[in-house]
């Protein structure tokens, strides 16, 4: 768009110069372009003294900027003149999160650079630049104005910033090194020491110690609460929301969700209550790890069943993150109405999805691969509402330990809930209500060899004639491994004959991995897992792979993570089907492209033989300042060759609390353009969002108002508080930091708070506040979280928390409550001396050792030429200094005294000087150790 206004603006001034009437009325001069006026599009003349660089169209260029340490480069335009390469100040400003603003329609800069007492300014119309308070003269040719912006020579910025630039004006390249640290790079950081810590974590273990969080009779629940005013041609008018609350209940976990509005009155409730423990101490000699009682899920077993949800009960002793390279995961989760989700998993986009009518949405059978699993699910709301949620799993290939016996059990009636509450447009399958009951037992039998049984009781409904029947399901199978490649087989027997076998590898080489299973049938076997429509079913053969592409010039590699499904299925009357899936996603400079392919044929008796071929694009990208723009289009190959649906997305952030998007689209097979614009602002304690719709060709509307909020209780300070919404729909925790001044480990009236001190987990990050309490939410409940401080935040060098970190394991709706005492860090410091008769020399090179109140060693020092020793750091308590043993027991020595320190919680700074002797009468220790 602004090239178009830019090439506008030349044509007008060409027309201008043709009709003999100079640019905006006045002539330009020429002395080197120094004093031209600027060119179209720009912001008028400036005084002849000191007229900015002029600009013509044909000087712009695309550059490609990264910085140093960074994997994501950006994209902006610049211009080149008189072969030197100018680079926006504005745009480099906000790459680098440096708090500079462009005034005066480009011709003034102001700010600061990485601290408020740095200062920076630049004012073209007196060609001068202001650092610290110091003026600089810019040259002639130094900078140049265009639409707005402040063009500064790209040599300049290594004078007024702490960063050293390289520009390949050939390869269109910006390479930035910067001498300091600056903001972005501290938080990639941060987030590095995150994801390092996350993996080691989920790989070797929690770090810190487990801190239970309490089961209780009834707890005041977290709450989450949404209300909308709706207007749409379809339904009318009306009021609706949403209502989450969790807590615990009857010594259990209690999750209830309730929706509706004033048209159908509740249109959806779901309930469920249970426990978990990951260290399997529930239900007596069950060893469960959890059970859930109400609207529960089961599982799919390796033949004939997929997961289903209902009313029901489950119980497990397995662990939530660890799985098999066979499984597959299903994702299940609470979708306000007009909400979407994404999933990804490792970056990769698998699909998305609309609420359906229960608010809700399902994510059936989702592949897994070896390794750590990460599936982000990203929440769009209608006004622009954006959230993630993130899942890991940890992927092996199902062995377990020898002796270890794990369980599965679950009894349900599928798709009703418990409190049987459903809106009139609920979605009628003819198998609702079918009772079923699936357990499943694995066992390692020796380090390489594992195996898993599994049974069921299911009832089935036939859709057509609308009968039920019920039948019994028995399956056994073997599990094993070498390295990274995993082997399976299992084989299956059901009433009536039935009969299926499975076999199955999967592995991975490089960045490539693959999951390959054929299974067989006979007896009219029906497999939930292969086949959604109930049919008896021959054989069918399913490859998944997944590889990391690299393409691109050796020193400038794109990687491009691709996705592979394919499946041939055929039934028991000899109908076949073969779908092919292709999904691949893209980090471009300052674009994510992602895109799938899927490939679908039948071939159904009489029927005849039918095939598709339909696919889609997106593209979304970040342009400079607080603009995203997103683009897509869905398109079908085979039967017709044809567009289906485009739209385009545009995110614009007014503030750092308020966003405005506006989406275009168009419905091919309608021929309708739709279009909609909605608002969101985010207050401190809740959300306010506005969206209104538009579809051409029918004429159908809509526009809705919704406020949203949490209602939560401080655990530490018995208070309530309001906060953005997804209190309820997470894990969390209060924690609080003081300085423990009278060493008790509570924080208490003697005690005093640190206010701006950092609090991490895996995916959040929160300072404390004024009362040095800081809140972390949407940590994943039921999954151990490491908890840190961290120290660098301390308001002082000398301070130390008496405990680095925690792992909690969070709960929907529970806010978990943590002290972290703080202590002053003391030092002890002197000299050691030899004494030999009436004389005490410095001695150097004797190795002290500091020893805690039970005998261990928890610091070392050695003495300097002059015999200077020191002991840094040292954490509040009573310690005794001695010799290194080897060393003394070597050379004779002995202290002259034992030498017993107490450092208080205060933070002291001792001196003793210590003295040593022989501990015989034996010669040799002058002759071993430096004297003075």
Not at 722 to 730: C, D, R, Y
Request: charged fraction near 20%; charge should be neutral.
């Amino acid at each position: 768009m602004n090239l178009l206004w830019r090439l506008l603006g030349a044509l007008i001034i060409i027309a201008l110069i043709a009709l003999g009437s100079p640019a905006h009325g006045r002539p330009a001069t020429a002395e080197g372009g120094l004093a031209q006026t600027v060119a179209a599009g720009g912001t008028g003349p400036a005084p002849d003294c000191c007229t900015p660089v002029g600009f013509e169209p044909e000087d712009e260029i695309i550059l490609e900027v990264s910085v140093s340490g960074s994997d994501a480069p950006d994209v902006m335009t610049g211009f080149a003149k008189d072969g030197a390469a100018y680079l926006p100040l504005g745009a480099m400003a906000r790459l680098l999160d440096l708090a500079i603003r462009i005034e005066d329609g480009g011709s003034r800069a102001d700010g600061w650079v990485l601290q408020p007492g740095r200062t920076l300014g630049l004012d073209l119309r007196e060609r001068i630049a202001r650092r610290n308070g110091e003026a600089i003269i810019l040259d002639a040719k130094a900078a140049g104005i265009m639409d707005g912006e402040l063009y500064l020579r790209s040599d300049w910025f290594a004078h007024l910033l702490p960063l050293e630039i390289e520009v390949d004006q050939r390869a269109q390249q910006v390479l930035i090194r910067t001498t300091e640290p600056f903001p972005f790079q501290e938080r990639l950081a941060r987030a590095a020491a995150r994801e390092k810590l996350l993996r080691r974590a989920i790989e070797q273990g929690a770090e810190w110690p487990m801190v239970p969080l309490a089961y209780r009779a009834v707890t005041v629940p977290s709450a989450d609460l949404a209300v909308r005013v709706v207007s749409d041609s379809g339904l009318g008018s009306r009021i609706g929301g949403d209502l989450r609350l969790a807590g615990d209940l009857a010594w259990m976990g209690a999750d209830l969700f309730v929706t509706g509005d004033s048209a159908d009155g509740l249109t959806g409730a779901l309930l469920a209550l249970g426990r978990f423990d990951p260290q399997a101490r529930l239900l007596g000699p069950l060893r469960a790890t959890e059970y859930t009682v109400g609207d529960v899920s089961s599982f799919s077993l390796p033949l004939g069943l997929a997961a289903v949800t209902g009313r029901g009960v489950a119980i497990a002793n397995t662990e939530r993150v660890a799985r098999s390279v066979f499984d597959t995961i299903d994702l299940r989760g609470v979708l306000p109405e007009g909400f979407e989700v994404e999933l990804f998993r490792n970056g990769i986009l698998l699909g998305s999805l609309r609420g359906d009518t229960e608010r809700t949405f399902f994510f059936p059978q989702v592949p897994v691969e070896f390794g750590l699993n990460e599936f982000l699910l990203v929440f769009h709301g209608p006004q622009g509402q954006r959230r993630e949620e993130v899942r890991r799993f940890m992927v092996g290939d199902g062995r377990l330990p020898p002796g270890r016996l794990t369980y599965r059990v679950a009894a349900l009636q599928k798709d009703r809930t418990l409190l049987g509450v459903e809106g009139p447009r609920t979605f009628q399958p003819a198998d609702r209500g079918d009772r079923r009951i699936v357990a499943e037992v694995g066992y390692g039998i020796t380090p390489n060899f594992t195996t898993v049984v599994s049974g069921a009781w299911v009832e089935r409904t036939n859709p057509f004639v609308k009968n039920k029947k019920s039948n019994w399901m028995f399956s056994a199978g073997a599990r094993t491994g070498v390295g990274r490649w995993a082997a399976k087989a299992d084989v299956a027997l059901a009433g009536g004959g039935e009969w299926a076998a499975t076999t199955g590898v999967a592995g991975s080489l490089g960045v490539t991995s693959v999951t390959a299973t054929h299974s067989r049938y006979g007896g009219g076997f029906q497999d939930d897992l292969r086949s959604f429509a109930q049919t008896p079913l021959a054989h069918v053969t399913e490859v998944d792979l997944r590889t990391n592409l690299v393409i691109g010039s050796v020193d400038r590699p794109l990687a491009l993570p691709l996705s592979l499904r394919a499946r041939h299925m055929v039934d028991a009357q000899g109908g076949r089907e073969i779908n092919a899936a292709v999904r691949a996603s893209a980090f471009l400079p300052g674009v994510l492209a992602a895109g799938s392919l899927e490939f679908r044929q039948t071939a159904l008796g009489t029927a005849g033989k039918t095939a598709q071929l339909f696919g889609n694009f997106d593209l979304a990208a970040r342009s400079q300042g607080r603009t995203r723009l997103r683009a897509g289009i869905s398109y079908e190959v085979v039967p017709h060759a044809r567009l289906v649906t485009a739209d385009a997305q545009v995110d614009w952030a007014l503030g750092p609390d308020s966003s405005l998007r506006a989406t275009v689209g168009y419905d091919f097979a309608r021929r309708a353009p739709q279009g909609s614009i909605a608002f969101v602002r985010q207050f401190d304690r809740f959300a306010l969002s506005a969206d209104a719709g538009y579809r051409f060709g029918d004429g159908s509307y809509a526009v809705g108002l919704r406020l949203a909020a949490s209602l939560g209780r401080d655990p530490l300070q018995g208070r309530f508080f309001v906060a953005q919404p997804g209190l309820a729909s997470g894990g969390g925790a209060i924690v609080r930091a003081f300085q423990d001044m009278d060493g008790d480990g509570r924080f208490g009236n003697n005690d005093r708070p640190l206010p701006q001190v950092t609090f991490m987990t895996s995916n959040e990050l929160a300072k404390t506040d004024k009362g040095g309490v800081a809140r972390l939410v949407n940590l994943p409940a039921g999954q151990p979280v490491s908890l840190q401080l961290d120290p660098a935040s301390l308001p002082d060098i000398a301070l130390a928390p008496l405990n680095r970190g925690v792992t909690v394991v969070p709960r929907g709706g529970r806010l978990q409550a943590a002290d972290y005492p703080v202590v002053a860090l003391g030092a002890v410091e002197g000299t050691v001396a030899f004494a030999e008769g009436a004389d005490a020399r410095p001695v150097a090179s004797v190795r002290l050792h500091m020893l805690d109140n039970k005998g261990q060693m928890i610091a070392e020092s050695r003495s300097e030429s002059d015999g200077y020793y020191v002991f840094e750091e040292v954490r509040p308590g009573a310690y005794t200094i001695t010799l290194d043993p080897s060393q003394a027991g070597a050379l004779d020595l002995c202290l002259a005294q034992e030498e017993r320190v107490v450092i208080g919680f205060s933070g002291d700074d001792l001196r003793r000087n210590l003295l040593v002797k022989r501990c015989s009468a034996r010669p040799q220790m002058a002759a071993a150790l430096p004297m003075r």
